[in-house]
Structure formats: structure tokens, C-alpha cells
T-cell receptor
Framework: GENVEQHPSTLSVQEGDSAVIKCTYS??????FPWYKQELGKGPQLIID?????GEKKDQRIAVTLNKTAKHFSLHITETQPEDSAVYFC?????????????FGRGTSLIVHP | DAGITQSPRHKVTETGTPVTLRCHQT?????MYWYRQDPGHGLRLIHY???????DKGEVSDGYSVSRSKTEDFLLTLESATSSQTSVYFC?????????????FGSGTQLSVL
């Protein structure tokens, strides 16, 4: 089955700095890579996603990059703000069979210091 | 979150008692999932459903059972609760189509087994 590794587990930055979270996956059948943000006491919410036919996607201050050859994808947050503090999860998902069920990384706790 | 609700939000129970958590959706999505979230382990899949009466096990299914008699409801049952099942439980839903691939999570149930 799919295995998703996520690093780092904790990331501490100063407000205004950039933050990068990296994930690797094992199943070449995976073709959909979402990122979720979980604020304290809430369920995770999708913030951005990317498909295997795209190398990069941006949405304001966040961007995701995908390297299919190396099987890794990354979340980039620029100009971090205190409200970006949360736990971030990456996931990988395929199009059929067992890979259709998403597999999550273990999460990264991002702390943005004012 | 709109479209998916979990009940109860909090539950305290004693070891050995049965517990049922409910997930209700109004999105008519095909897939429903139960995850547990524990520090250091991220989101781990317990069981999932791909249709009415169609369910399958996830990576941490021991001690849990599920039922889905209607599209909108997915029940998670702990037959005889143990302290190791103290956790936060999240239900999630997703559709079949490309535009519905993202997971929509509920707000979670904090379960304490004493």
C-alpha cells in the first residue's frame, strides 16, 4: 500500500518568514496530492491540492510543488502570519483500487512567532 | 462544517462499555471514512465505506466495527471500549468524481475511556 512520509514534525518560524513542509510517497499510482490545515479543536480543512499532471500550483501565499520522478511534493507558505499556526497534513491518493483511499502523512505543527 | 456533522462532540465512558459514534452527511457523497487522531500518529484510518452496506477495514480496525444502512449515515461502534481507544475521532466524506475527491471532515468527537 501507499506510504507517505512528512517532514518536519515541528516547524517554528518568525512572522514574515517562509515555511516549507515536505512529503514523499511510495505508490507511483498516486495522482492526487492534497494538503490539509487543522486548527486547534477543529477538523482538517483542504487548503490546496495538486494533480500528477501539474508541477506547481499557487493560491495567494501558499504553493505546492510536485516532483513525480522523485515522488515528493512540498507545501510552501510565504510571508507567514500568526494565523498560519496550525497542524498541516499532506496526503496521497490514487484513481482506483486500494490507492483510491487517501493516505496521510503524520502532520507538521507549524508555529509562527509574532 | 456544513454538509457533515458528528455526534456526540464529547463522550466519557468506562472501560468495557459499548460506544457508538455517528456521522451524518447531507452531500450525498459515496465515500465515508472514520479516522482517529493521536499525538505523533497523525490521522489513522479505522474503517471506510464506499456505498450503502459496503465497508472495509483500515489500518487500525481492531476493536471497531462500522455500519452504513443509509447513504447519509456512517456509524462507528466500539464493542467494548478500552483505554487505548481514548482519542479524537474524525469522520470524513468524499465523492466519486474528480471535483469531489477532496475530503470534507467533521468537527471531531473527543472520546475518553476511563
Amino acid at each position: 500500500g501507499e506510504n507517505v512520509e512528512q517532514h518536519p514534525s515541528t516547524l517554528s518560524v518568525q512572522e514574515g518568514d517562509s515555511a516549507v513542509i515536505k512529503c514523499t510517497y511510495s505508490d507511483s499510482a498516486s495522482n492526487y496530492f492534497p494538503w490539509y490545515k487543522q486548527e486547534l479543536g477543529k477538523g482538517p480543512q483542504l487548503i490546496i491540492d495538486i494533480r500528477s499532471n501539474v508541477g506547481e500550483k499557487k493560491d495567494q501565499r501558499i504553493a505546492v510543488t510536485l516532483n513525480k520522478t522523485a515522488k515528493h511534493f512540498s507545501l510552501h507558505i510565504t510571508e507567514t502570519q500568526p494565523e498560519d499556526s496550525a497542524v498541516y497534513f499532506c496526503a496521497a491518493k490514487g484513481a482506483s483500487g486500494g490507492s483510491y483511499i487517501p493516505t496521510f502523512g503524520r502532520g507538521t505543527s507549524l508555529i509562527v512567532h509574532p | 462544517d456544513a454538509g457533515i456533522t458528528q455526534s456526540p462532540r464529547h463522550k466519557v465512558t468506562e472501560t468495557g462499555t459499548p460506544v457508538t459514534l455517528r456521522c451524518h452527511q447531507t452531500e450525498n457523497h459515496r465515500y465515508m471514512y472514520w479516522y482517529r487522531q493521536d499525538p505523533g500518529h497523525g490521522l489513522r484510518l479505522i474503517h471506510y465505506s464506499y456505498g450503502v452496506k459496503d465497508t472495509d477495514k483500515g489500518e487500525v480496525s481492531d476493536g471497531y466495527s462500522v455500519s452504513r444502512s443509509k447513504t447519509e449515515d456512517f456509524l462507528l461502534t466500539l464493542e467494548s471500549a478500552t483505554s487505548s481507544q481514548t482519542s479524537v475521532y474524525f469522520c470524513a466524506i468524499s465523492g466519486s468524481g474528480r471535483e469531489d475527491e477532496k475530503l470534507l471532515f467533521g468537527s471531531g468527537t473527543q472520546l475518553s475511556v476511563l
